[in-house]
């Protein structure tokens, strides 16, 4: 009976179709706001990625300084059991992204110290292995900078468009939540501690 | 989408980068006023810009589609009809003549409407007339779908075989080789190019170094996955570090963009023209056969080598250029149908000049403005980019080999320094355009972006900003001085845009009734 009624009556028939066309946009909207929001998402998972390599990289070059270091400035040897200990502690900070911008930034802290340092020492400033080291930790840092410049933009777009109105109701109903920049930190008062630490 | 950013968080290794640009703070008060602008602004607005452009540049390439169909649809026909009567030789006779007859048919059938909506067209003053005329043509227009079709077909396979050879061409033109290990400078150039692809999240693209005393850079390649950044040995001496980092960054903005796309959509459009030219030219010219043969090779074999896939867009670019446009004595039985063609060839130069032209510098300008934003954006360094930019137009030249693709460059030769020689550096498909913005403009946008080098530049006196500073009074005086003068030369631009709409549907009327008459005589009757 409904079928017939709404055969008959052309109106209904255009009402209806209207709606249907309506709601079909509308689907594709949501869909496409959906798609953006997840190639975002996964951008941002990706910058993470590359600013992960980058300082694991620096980590890993932490032990050869050490070693190639200890011999030459064994008087100062807080610095480098402290080095290594911060070395642990951005490791183990994996996990949070604001916890790991701290130890990372203090690791980067002690490592420009521990250069200074070893500038001080012309046997060391001279020896090969050294210059190789210190050319290397260089590049690395070029490298994470510019990866988490990469990791913030990303994040910053993702941020905006998680908040943005149509998105944000999107975000919210599907646990889009927004991600955390990777920001270093202003580390002045801790830098005279470690200025302390090796004034000796 | 993006708000105004953010002060972004300083770096931690301050002596690697300068920190970030000045973001949305107003200017000091002792530069003249430039309005600053963040480098997310800056390409939002370049982005929404090429969107505009490429609508208008499809349009045009659109109407000009149209207008070639309706040119070739008497050829088209006329090929299909021969073609059957050939295949009626070696058999099945009945169907195929019946069909070539069949066409000859169609042919005169269309050839009677067309003078029918000539005559009733010059007649028509009534809405209801005018609206029998358009009906007329859009059953006319029936004739055109196989050239159409035909168009498009073509499109999309020079579109895929340009894809898979990319533009890969420049590598080979320019005879780039690889950078060298021991090399302290294009050790670093590989160091460089390696950071900003990091900061722009892309794969670390290919590094070549072209040997070539002229300063510029490049990039090449079908995709972001094979691209190649290409830097010409005379840059890496020229500049240091940060200002190749701002190159680098530019080239590899540029892959980011998508620029390479782009470039394959307008080259495949061209080309597409440049290979119904050269049907055209086949009973004028032998040349014109030998690089359709080798193009048709090159499009649909996939296992033709870039370079002659390059080789073959060069002699159907070819058709474009002035030279080929001039009639040899052996073919004067066909003098007046060549008179015809070359008639067509004019309207499209034409067109492609006056019409295609703006539309189509400006969208690439833009992308260069874009770009640009983006290596800021990479850098977070615009004084380094502004320094670099001014040091390479200066002595802006595009080496060896790369000519034809000049507006893969990071800067181009400007036109005033351009000789009689130096016309093919600014080529496009084998027309002379200008694909660059001007040094001055770009260093304006990058003053605005922040870089303090390039202030001067922005605060020289444009004309508009110059009447806005002149008080209320003097620019209404300004105003009506000028206005009689700026009507004059719209009235001027519009009646040249009228003249050439009209020749063109003058040559069309032309030889659609030559072709279907020709066609209708032949296989008709």
């Not at chain 2, 355009?433 to 922040?450: F, I, V």
Request: hydrophobic letters at 50%; glycine letters at 6%; aromatic letters at 6%.
């Amino acid at each position: 009976l409904t079928n017939d009624s709404s055969a008959a009556n052309p109106r209904t028939v255009t009402s209806m179709t209207a709606l249907l066309l309506t709601a079909g946009a509308l689907l594709l909207y949501v869909a496409w706001l959906y798609n953006r929001l997840v190639t975002l998402r996964s951008r941002t998972r990706n910058a993470w990625a590359q600013v992960d390599v980058q300082l694991r990289r620096r980590s890993d070059l932490v032990p050869n300084l050490v070693k190639c270091v200890k011999g030459y400035i064994a008087h100062e040897s807080r610095t480098l059991t402290t080095m290594i200990e911060l070395r642990r502690q951005a490791i183990a900070a994996a996990t949070s992204i604001a916890a790991r911008a701290v130890a990372e930034s203090e690791l980067a802290q002690s490592l420009r110290l521990l250069l200074a340092t070893a500038e001080a020492v012309p046997r060391l400033r001279a020896s090969e292995n050294m210059l190789e080291l210190q050319e290397e930790l260089r590049a690395t840092e070029n490298r994470i900078a510019f990866a988490r410049q990469h990791y913030n933009d990303s994040v910053m777009e993702y941020n905006a468009a998680v908040a943005s109105v149509p998105a944000s109701l999107i975000a919210r109903f599907l646990a889009f939540a927004p991600a955390t920049m990777f920001s270093a930190l202003d580390i002045e008062g801790r830098d005279a501690l470690l200025l302390g630490l090796s004034a000796k | 989408m993006i708000p105004p950013a953010p002060p972004l968080p300083s770096s931690a290794a301050p002596e690697m980068i300068d920190p970030p640009a000045p973001l949305g703070v107003e200017a000091p008060a002792a530069t003249d006023a430039i309005t600053k602008v963040s480098f997310f602004d800056e390409q939002r607005r370049r982005r929404g810009q090429t969107w505009r452009l490429s609508l208008v540049c499809l349009l045009i390439a659109l109407a000009l589609g149209i207008a070639m169909s309706t040119i070739l649809a008497p050829l088209t026909l006329g090929i299909a009809a021969g073609t059957l009567k050939v295949a009626a030789l070696f058999g099945c006779a009945e169907v195929c003549s019946k069909s070539a007859h069949a066409i000859g048919l169609f042919a005169r059938q269309e050839m009677k409407l067309l003078i029918v909506i000539v005559e009733r067209g010059s007649r028509a003053h009534s809405a209801a007339e005018k609206l029998i005329v358009i009906r007329d043509i859009l059953i006319f227009s029936v004739a055109l779908l196989p050239t159409m079709v035909a168009a498009a077909v073509a499109w999309t396979f020079i579109r895929l075989s340009l894809r898979r050879a990319g533009v890969l061409d420049l590598v080979t033109s320019t005879r780039a080789r690889r950078p060298r290990a021991e090399d302290r400078k294009e050790r670093q150039l590989v160091n460089v190019a390696d950071e900003m692809a990091l900061a722009a999240g892309l794969p670390t693209p290919r590094v070549l170094v072209i040997e070539s005393e002229a300063m510029n850079a490049a990039v090449a390649g079908a995709s972001h996955e094979a691209a190649t950044v290409l830097v010409t040995r005379a840059l890496l001496e020229r500049l240091n570090r940060e200002q190749i980092q701002a190159v680098a960054a530019h080239c590899i903005a540029s892959i980011g963009n998508g620029d390479l796309r782009v470039t394959q959509s307008l080259l495949a459009t061209f080309q597409t023209l440049g290979l119904f030219h050269t049907v055209l030219d086949l009973p004028f010219r032998w040349s014109a056969w030998r690089s359709l043969g080798r193009f048709v090779r090159a499009t649909f074999d996939p296992r033709v080598s870039p370079v002659d896939v390059l080789e073959a867009g060069y002699g159907i670019e070819e058709t474009f250029s002035h030279e080929s446009m001039n009639p040899s004595v052996m073919m004067i039985p066909l003098l007046p149908l060549r008179f015809v063609m070359i008639f067509q060839r004019f309207i499209l130069l034409l067109w492609c000049l006056l019409i295609l032209k703006w539309p189509l510098e400006l969208l690439w300008r833009a992308r260069r403005y874009l770009a640009d934003s983006s290596a800021v954006q990479l850098t977070r360094n615009p004084d380094a980019l502004a320094t670099a930019l001014s040091l390479v137009a200066t002595h802006a030249d595009i080496p060896s080999g790369g000519e034809s693709r000049s507006y893969l460059f990071l800067c181009g030769t400007e036109r005033k320094r351009r000789g009689r020689e130096g016309i093919a550096s600014g080529m496009f498909a084998g027309l002379d355009l200008e694909m660059h913005p001007r040094l001055d403009k770009r260093l304006k946008r990058l003053a605005a972006m922040g870089a303090s080098s390039a202030q001067g530049e922005a605060n020289r006196r444009s004309l508009l900003r110059g009447i806005a500073k002149a008080g209320i009074v003097r620019a209404s005086l300004f105003v009506a001085v000028a206005s009689p003068f700026l009507l004059l030369a719209g009235l001027a631009a519009l009646g040249l845009v009228g003249a050439v709409i009209w020749l063109s549907l003058f040559t069309v009327e032309i030889s659609l009734v030559l072709g279907f008459t020709l066609i209708a005589f032949a296989f008709g009757r």
